[in-house]
């Protein structure tokens, strides 16, 4: 599969990734990897983050603000602060 954006400049360059939001194939000058939080229960009222990639184009990249810093509260930091 070609990058989508090389193949409007009219070059040929292989993709290493599909972008998450728009589905266009990206080169690794056209990707942008960002670290992405998933979250999953880890029961009552309570769960667990870790991070992840997310992959998208620098054309959709500025559509979704930066991760939201982990809050100073989690279950990891009640344990070291216990």
Sequence with gaps: MWCYDC????????SVGVCRECGAAVCPAHAVAVEHPVRRPAGLTQSTSRPARRV???VCRPAH???AAPS???PAAAHRTA
């Design 72 to 74: 100073a509260r989690t």
């Design 7 to 14: 193949a409007e400049l009219g070059r040929e360059a292989g």
């Design 65 to 67: 603000p930066a991760p």
């Design 56 to 58: 998208t184009c620098r």
